[in-house]
């Protein structure tokens, strides 16, 4: 054996003794399960009208991209896309990405660099995370949601550009972010802010156009917007929404975007038809929203300002053996542990979903309160 594979070996070892190996589980297709893991809120990806729209754009356009958006990757459909999503949002512009990492990382690493200030909530994704690193700028992680801190830091920041991170709604805990004063003090240093709403698009705001329209502030001159096409428009891929300005600069300085291939013709048909499908029913999001307060109070834990709810148990191996119990009754829901968790608390993540029959819902909702209540008592 190796010294790699031995160095292999002890890793898992000491993973598997402290409750945190991981391991894939794929899903058959006709599985009979209630899906309360995904980030599928609104139940986009499996509607008939989305489905046909990417099995089109395959049949039309081919498998993949083929190249780089810059060299010939680019299709009619993104361009496209990324007009509707700027017009839903409230912003001038969108430049559409194969991955919403990838549109964290080009909007910070194309913004950022050994002369800028990056200010980070500490409970940022990890692709914001490792964005900041990779610009090479100097980073300041603040409490969360600690807006004194944030305009401490930018006070210190001089002459340097400088750059606020944060989401719209944590993807762990639930929680929003303070938008309002983030967005002012952002604006007393000439700071950018930058918001992931990767879990607010399709589930906040007038027909789930996000927070930071809910607030007044999407399309600002110091706000950028990133978000993902995978969670409620049922696709994959990411986008960076913002000014004019900012789109030709991100063209044209980040890396992620300019040697990376296109984002698939099939998913991005696949988004843009949930889009429009999202147009066309604005009340899924209160749907949502709806069963999320519903299943919270249920299961005694604070209310989600989006579609997350976030259940603290007692310990890793704990939080794995009530994920594993609802499993056998049918529920899927997630299972976070460090290093995922910011705050190193392991959880039950659930999601809440429209495009659930009610029937299955309810019995879901019974299933997660009877199983965790028993868990929450386990040492």
Known sequence: MSSWERWFAEQRRAREAAGLQRVLHPKPVDEDVVDLAGNDYLSLSGHPEVRQAAAEAALRWGAGAGASRLVSGTTALHAELEGELAAFTGNQAALVFSTGYHANLSAVTALADRDALIVSDAHVHASLIDAARLSRAEVAVVGHNDVDAVRGALAGSGARRAIVLTESVFSVLGDAAPLDELAAACAEHDALLLVDEAHGIGVLGDGGRGLLHARGLAGGPHVVCTATLSKSLGAMGGAVLGSTGLIDHLVNRARPFIFDTGLAPAPTAGALAALRRLRAEPELAAHVHRRGAELADRLGVLRSAGAVLSVPMPSPRTALGAREAVREAGVRVGCFRPPS?????????????????????SRAVDVLADVIDEHRRTP
């Open 341 to 361: 968790v910011p705050d190193g608390v392991s959880r039950l993540r659930i999601t809440s979903r429209a495009g659930i029959d009610e029937q299955r819902w």
